[in-house]
């Protein structure tokens, strides 16, 4: 073979590299669900004055769904503003005395930032770090809240022995048969 054909031959491996090279990076960084890496544990409903607003399920990351790392993922079944989801979070974290009202306040402004309105059929996952909580609607990413004191009050809101639907948080928390 002639060096101008090992040119060429080079040149259009290196023009195939660089046009699949975005590709490459996709398939490498496919991207994850939120409950990747728990394990499901318990799931319930959550019903007001008879009507169903939300199915729940509890993953858990070890053995303790009490304990971080876990993710809440919540199927709304009915249309819900974002404000009144932000507002109902920290209507229960009050209830839970979690926080003083300067800070109820300030989680509750920034809970209206992440929180979009929802409809049937949409879905918001929680995911509670050590040191803070992540939030996703529909499998994407809409915030965090970098606050350990707020990532313990918010999942509080179902896990909590005091909560206002202990028998949500008795579903949550009853193991499912793997």
Known sequence: ?????????????????????????FAMTAPKTPTAGFRRWGSGEFRRFGFLIYEATLWAGGDDPLRPPLALALT?????????????????MRHLGAAD???????????????????????????????????HFNERSIGTID?????????AIWLDARTSAPELRAALLERQES
Do not use: C, T
Request: glycine letters at 6%; charged letters at 25%.
């Open 1 to 25: 073979m002639s060096s101008s054909s090992n040119s060429l031959i080079a040149r259009r491996r290196l023009l195939l590299a660089l046009a699949l090279w975005p590709l490459a990076g």
């Open 76 to 92: 709304y079944k009915r249309k819900i503003s974002g404000r009144d989801i932000a507002d109902a979070s920290v209507q229960e």
């Open 101 to 135: 009202e300067p800070r109820l306040k300030a989680w509750g402004e920034r809970l209206l930032q992440i929180f979009p309105d929802v409809r049937a059929g949409d879905r918001i996952v929680g995911v509670h770090l050590p040191h803070a909580a992540q939030f």
């Open 147 to 155: 606050d350990p004191d707020f990532a313990r009050a918010f999942f």
